[in-house]
Structures are given as C-alpha cells and as structure tokens.
Nanobody
Framework: QVQLVESGGGLVQAGASLRLSCAAS????????MGWFRQAPGKEREFVAA????????SYADSVRGRFTISRDNAKKTVYLQMNSLKPEDTAVYYC???????????WGQGTQVTVSS
C-alpha cells in the first residue's frame, strides 16, 4: 500500500492562493494516477482534479478549472494542487488519493483543511 500525507491547507480570504502537497511513500508512485478530492461540511465527497502517471493528462472539475492546477513530481513522490482565486465555496477538507491496479482510488490521505473566508 501507499501512504499519502497532505499538507498546505489553511485559512485564507477569498481571492488568495494555496498550494497543497501530498507526499507518498510505500507503493511505487510514478506509474499510478493521482487525484485530489474534497468534502465540504454536509456535502458528498467530490472530485477536484486528477493527473496521469506521466503528468501529461490532466482533468479538473468544472468548478475549479482555470483556477486550480494539479501537478506531480515523481522524483519527489509528491503531487500538488495549486489553488488560485479561492472562493468560500472551495472550503472543504481536501484529500489526495492514488488510483490502484483495480482502477479505483484505493489509497487516501488523511486530508487537509482549506477554509476560505469572504
């Protein structure tokens, strides 16, 4: 299994930026797709962004496209989520996840809180 640890969350005002990091250890990192998800209070967990093993294929939720950027550094076994122009609606616990051989996101971090005030 892979262990994932998110960091970089915090409390910011609307319009600010944050960069989340997810450090991986254990299962090989480089050839597995990675994703970011978030869960707001009282809401279902939702997909935010994903990146292929090579970093050449990216996908984003409509709500964050143009504001968020996912990237990865395979040498550092780390995936990032650069979040710009943050909105109060972005407030959530953000989780990174790795998609395993099953095709499911089977490894999850503990989450990092992002709170955006207006």
């Amino acid at each position: 299994q892979v262990q994932l640890v998110e960091s970089g969350g915090g409390l910011v005002q609307a319009g600010a930026s944050l960069r989340l990091s997810c450090a991986a250890s254990g299962r090989t990192f480089s050839r597995y797709p990675m994703g970011w998800f978030r869960q707001a209070p009282g809401k279902e967990r939702e997909f935010v962004a994903a990146i292929s093993w090579s970093g050449t294929s990216l996908s984003y939720a409509d709500s964050v496209r143009g504001r968020f950027t996912i990237s990865r550094d395979n040498a550092k076994k780390t995936v990032y989520l650069q979040m710009n122009s943050l909105k109060p609606e972005d407030t959530a616990v953000y989780y990174c996840a790795q998609r395993g051989d099953s095709g499911n996101y089977d490894s999850w971090g503990q989450g990092t809180q992002v709170t955006v005030s207006s």
